[in-house]
């Protein structure tokens, strides 16, 4: 940016007398900078910094005269006495925070070893019952339900005497599994036969439950 700098130069119309009269071809200089007064002893500099300036100014056949200071600013830019605009309060925006989500597929399950229709000799029946829950918000429970069906009796799996016990058809003791997305749970042994029915259930932080779906959150399978 450059800063136009103005000053007038005079001289004693007489010297002695004291009479003041603008000095036309007096050459001013200083911060790099040089103009030649004209006819009303007028001086323009282009100065390159804003501030104070030190100046001289000299004419063939005078002495130099002693040095001499002006003042350059930009408009309002906090130099030579003037204030620099005070910037308003910056702006702050709100951003809405987004209601947690609730709906039909808050919760997702997805069991490792895609039991559901499958069935397994005696060999080979499963003893881990693993897998995860998808969910928009933390999980904070898991619980499984394992049913067993054979020759007419319905069993339900107990968790703390590990071993199924005689329950009523279609219900079963829930056990809980992780507080997490991610669950597993080993069985003492491998499943003896029958048909057997596996609920996944979970919930997550903001009251989202898992809806029973056949072959993602229940699966049916037989061991022979």
């Not at 039991?115 to 928009?136: E, K, M, Q, T």
């Not at 999980?139 to 054979?150: A, C, D, G, I, M």
């Not at 071993?163 to 003791?173: H, L, P, S």
Request: hydrophobic share 40%.
């Amino acid at each position: 940016m450059v800063h136009v700098a103005q000053t007038q130069v005079h001289a004693e119309s007489r010297p002695g007398q004291g009479e003041a009269v603008p000095a036309e071809g007096v050459t001013v200089s200083g911060d790099g900078a040089t103009a030649v007064t004209g006819p009303e002893g007028v001086a323009s500099l282009h100065l390159t910094t804003a501030g104070i300036s030190t100046l001289r100014a000299t004419k063939t056949g005078d002495a130099p005269s002693a040095s001499f200071s002006v003042c350059v600013h930009d408009g309002n830019d906090g130099n030579c006495g003037t204030v620099s605009p005070t910037p308003g309060p910056a702006a702050v925006v709100s951003l809405p925070t987004p209601a947690p989500y609730k709906g039909p597929f808050a919760l997702v399950a997805d069991l490792a070893g895609r039991l559901d229709g499958r069935v397994f000799a005696g060999r080979h029946a499963p003893r881990l019952l693993a897998g995860s829950i998808s969910s928009h918000s933390a999980v904070t429970s898991v619980e499984l339900v394992l049913r067993r069906e054979y020759r007419g009796r319905c069993y339900a799996w107990d968790s703390l005497r590990e071993r199924f016990v005689k329950a009523t058809c279609g219900t079963g003791r829930p056990f809980e599994v992780a507080t997490g997305g991610l669950f597993s749970y080993l069985l003492p042994a491998a499943l003896p036969p029958g048909r057997y029915v596996l609920d996944v259930h979970a919930k997550d932080v903001v009251g989202n439950t898992l809806a029973l779906a056949r072959g993602t959150s229940r699966v049916v399978f037989y061991v022979r």
